[in-house]
């Protein structure tokens, strides 16, 4: 039924493609106009829909460069209800500039982020600012398809459970260009890669991407941290984050709720560290309405056991930390688990290495042709 259902759509797939394909020519010839930034421009993207880990892959840069340079982010600001350039601040809330955005920025105070559907204004606007505090690297957040910037370096993602080799055009499949937009890549991530993976079987993924010579390849799985409360009035006020009792919640039910485009990995750690978990999900990027808050609720009602918690995603708590349709007792009940990215085959140091020696060899390359 699934494949017949996939036929009657190769059609589109195929007109959708001649379209992307058309877009793609218009610049790759010089017709549509590409801009450059005399700042490196790091671009993390993918060739699907859905989520392949953009966001925790961008915190993983925010940290391996913030120490060091002075780093803004851009993302387009996906369901914001505002419009054009906003440059972010704490005050703003996700639904003015985004979940993502806003769990970065939060994570990060220190850094500069702005969302604008245009990328090309945001950096201008960025590089408008005072020598003083205009950033050093910029980082583009799901910025693979805006080619009307040039990155100076471009990392695409794409997920072990359906590599874009595997993949098809939208509607078909998932693909929003086709797999041979791969080559504009520098590096390829392969993301969410199962922990037990033998060597013979990362050849073999390596091998199937059918990737450039100049083109480097890093695997990488989530990692997932200890739960902290999302919405404790102490917590928050004092701008900490304390760990939950996690020891203790092993012995507990537990309510795993997500709204995220790939769920499973979530919901698979969820169940592996606790032996009675209940699911409920929603769709990626869902704002929850006070339907969606009495659903929640009345699933939770429902478990049995009297001790019992409430576990969601961390792009998740961004939408429900200041929902005001929560009731008390239920903010207290609340947590989440963040996760982080770790690199396979021990190869985390090669992946830094590559990134900051494109950053120092891009502003010594810029020192040269400005003396």
């Known amino acids: ?63 391996l ?46 850094i500069q982020l702005a969302v604008d559907c245009n990328r090309c204004r945001a950096i201008e606007q960025l590089l408008a600012q005072d020598k003083a505090i205009r950033p050093e690297v910029i980082l583009l957040d799901d910025a693979y398809q805006h080619r009307h910037v040039q990155p100076s370096l471009a990392i695409l993602l794409t997920d072990y459970a359906r590599m874009f080799n595997q993949d098809k055009l939208l509607p078909e499949g998932r693909l929003r260009e086709p797999e041979q937009a791969k080559r504009r890549a520098d590096i390829v991530i392969i993301t969410k890669t199962p922990c037990e993976l033998k060597p013979i079987e990362y050849r073999i993924a ?65 169940k592996r560290r606790y032996a009675k978990v209940h699911v409920l999900t929603f769709p ?12 929640i609720e009345s699933a939770f009602a429902s478990i049995p056991e009297k001790d019992k918690w409430i576990l969601t995603t961390e792009k998740d708590a961004t939408r429900l930390v200041s929902n005001p349709y929560l009731n008390e007792a239920t903010r207290e009940r609340l947590f989440y688990l963040p996760i982080r990215i770790d690199f396979a085959q021990a190869r985390e140091k090669e992946f830094d290495q590559n990134i900051l020696r494109h950053i120092e060899t891009f502003q010594a390359n810029k020192r040269i042709t400005y003396k």
């Open 65 to 110: 460069l913030g120490e060091k340079y002075r780093v803004a982010v851009v993302s387009r600001g996906y369901r914001r209800r505002t419009k054009g350039f906003l440059l972010a601040n704490l005050q703003h809330t996700y639904e003015e500039i985004g979940d993502e955005p806003y769990q970065i920025l939060h994570k990060f105070p220190h």
């Open 284 to 295: 990626d990027h869902h704002a929850f309405s006070e339907g969606d808050i009495r659903r």
């Open 206 to 270: 390596e091998t199937n991407l059918h990737l450039l010579a100049h083109q480097r390849v890093f695997f990488t799985h989530i990692g997932y941290e200890e739960i902290k409360p999302v919405c404790s009035p102490k917590v928050r006020q004092e701008g900490k984050e304390t760990p939950a009792q996690s020891e203790q919640l092993t012995k507990q039910a537990v309510l795993a709720l997500c709204g995220i485009a790939s769920p499973r990995p979530f919901i698979e750690e969820v």
């Open 1 to 63: 039924m699934l494949n017949r259902f996939s036929r009657l759509l190769a059609p589109f797939a195929f007109l959708y493609g001649l379209g992307v394909n058309i877009r793609n020519a218009l610049f790759d010839w010089g017709v549509w106009k590409q801009q450059r930034f005399d700042v490196p421009v790091v671009c993390v993207g993918n060739l699907a829909v859905g989520g392949t880990g953009k966001t925790p892959h961008v915190e993983y840069l925010v940290r």
